[in-house]
């Protein structure tokens, strides 16, 4: 029986969709059924990209990232990236995303993995993480 995650990990895909988007508005309150919302630091420079690129105002984008607790090792990831490699080629910021999740907890169905990233979803999956859809 697999644990109800009161973690989840947050990617970039997802967050976009949901405070961007208006089909991606539905799923707000599923995000914020977590207790405890975690991402890497990546994902601060994925949005700060996006805000450029569409036009989005940095103000908008620190206000979507509130609440998101950030995943900052205090050792290399090396462990944690070759896990992830060894389970299909990801480019490298989602394998960072991935390996961060892992990080995050050694009792991988203690942590749900949230994108909207097909590949990422599978890879998670594999890891052990809870994949829950957002389609």
Known sequence: MAIRPIAAYIDTSLLIHVRFEEAGRRFARRIEAYDHLFSAELLLAEMYAFAMREGVDRVDVL???????????????????????????????DLWHLACACYLSPVSESVAFLTR?????????RLGLQTPEFV
Not at 68 to 87: F, Y
Not at 117 to 125: E, F, K, N, R
């Open 117 to 125: 990233d097909s590949v990422q979803l599978q890879i998670a999956h």
């Open 63 to 93: 206000e979507a990232v509130n609440g998101i607790s950030w995943v900052i090792p205090d050792r290399p990831l090396a462990g944690e990236l070759a896990r992830v490699i060894e389970q299909k080629y990801v480019r490298g910021a």
